[in-house]
């Protein structure tokens, strides 16, 4: 089978949520990082939307993360959300993850880091052709502004974001309650996958199919937020889940 292609903002973690899902059932991708602004040449170009992941392969475009653990499972069938009660499940929490935990996270990570010019250049670098790393870092402050104010990123966003974010962590919490290892029982699925990836931004967990900057080199607000989510049944198991469950398959821009 030849490689699909899958166009990414490197650290994205929506884009991890299509990494992990590709790397785990074994379908060989090549991933083709860019970085902000940038990305949307491509993604359009592609046929895709304005966001990433995009995923091109011989059968066709695929826009939205779900889309892709979708064709997953179609290829390693059942591998991402089992069948019955799991599989429904699954979904369910997959959406859930989606809406109420990925732009959260998203939100207050970069309400913490985006005055780091140097760290958020770095971030997105590996993979990136020089001259789009040259065009991200010439152009940092309008891009920046063009992100606060698209994601409504100021203190009182992140504040909103931070709670939200606590409060779907204090119901994956709640779920765990009754000694399960998986968000739908004794296996992994979708559900952890999602609820993992999208957790990430706030529990820096080493595995990362991406390269993220140690915890002790970010700043002290930054370090407490993530001392503060990993503290928790819920960051618990998004660390564990890295741990066990993540492969470090990863292809950049070959
Ligand atoms: N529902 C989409 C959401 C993807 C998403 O929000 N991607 C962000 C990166 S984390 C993005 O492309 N942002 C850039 C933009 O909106 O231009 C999915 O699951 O694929």
């Avoid at 966001?51 to 392969?57: D, E, F, I, M, Q």
């Avoid at 779900?66 to 499940?89: H, K, N, P």
């Amino acid at each position: 089978m030849p490689a699909y292609r899958l166009i990414t903002l490197g650290p994205s973690h929506y884009c991890e949520k299509a990494r992990w899902a590709l790397s785990r059932c074994r379908v060989p991708f090549v991933e083709e990082p860019h970085v902000p602004l940038i990305h949307s040449v491509h993604t359009r170009k592609a046929g895709g939307a304005r966001t990433v992941p995009v995923l091109l392969t011989d059968s066709g475009t695929f826009s939205d993360s779900t889309d892709i653990l979708e064709l997953c499972d179609r290829q390693v069938s059942g591998a991402l959300y089992g069948s019955g009660e799991t599989r429904r499940q699954s979904r369910d929490l997959e959406e859930y993850f989606d809406e109420k935990l990925g732009p959260h996270t998203r939100r207050l990570v970069y309400f913490h880091i985006l005055d780091d010019r140097q760290l958020v250049v770095g971030l997105f670098a590996p993979g990136v052709s020089r001259a789009e790393r040259a065009s991200f870092e010439l152009g940092y402050l309008p891009i920046r502004a063009l992100m606060r104010k698209g994601m409504k990123i100021d203190r009182e966003g992140a504040d909103r974001s931070r709670e939200r974010a606590l409060a779907v962590f204090r119901d994956v919490s709640a779920r765990l309650a009754d000694g399960r290892r998986y968000l739908t029982g004794d296996r992994f699925t979708a559900a952890d996958l999602t609820f993992a990836s999208l957790a990430a931004p706030v529990i820096l967990p080493p595995e990362y199919g991406w390269p993220l900057p140690p915890l002790a080199s970010l700043g002290p607000a930054m370090q407490s937020e993530v001392r503060h989510f990993r503290d928790s049944a819920a960051g618990e198991l998004a660390l564990r889940l890295y741990r066990e469950e993540r492969a470090q398959v990863l292809a950049v821009g070959s």
